[in-house]
């Protein structure tokens, strides 16, 4: 099951960097249910779905979703935080 993680793209800003890093998770993505698919002889489509039923959220992150943790993390206001693990899963993960 992959992660609905995109990677961060560093240098980059504004509207054509969130294409980017859109595309790159969607490329990333593809890849996985593609291969997925060819293994089981299933559809990109289905694979999907697969991936979606077991998120109690019922669907796969958004990037602004994990982008936002993440600059929380990193922000003054998260200075006290450590040793944290944060699923960002849409409660996918049902214990740590």
Request: glycine share 12%; with cysteine; net charge neutral.
């Amino acid at each position: 099951m992959p992660c609905a993680s995109t990677p961060i793209v560093s240098g980059r800003t504004g509207s054509a960097g969130g294409e980017l890093r859109r595309a790159l998770g969607a490329e990333r993505l593809e890849g996985l249910a593609d291969a997925r698919a060819a293994k089981t002889g299933k559809t990109r489509e289905q694979v999907y779905k697969e991936y979606e039923s077991v998120i109690p959220e019922g669907r796969l992150a958004e990037p602004e979703e994990i982008a936002a943790a993440i600059a929380f993390l990193a922000s003054p206001e998260a200075a006290y935080i450590r040793g944290v693990s944060l699923q960002v899963d849409g409660g996918r993960m049902k214990s740590i």
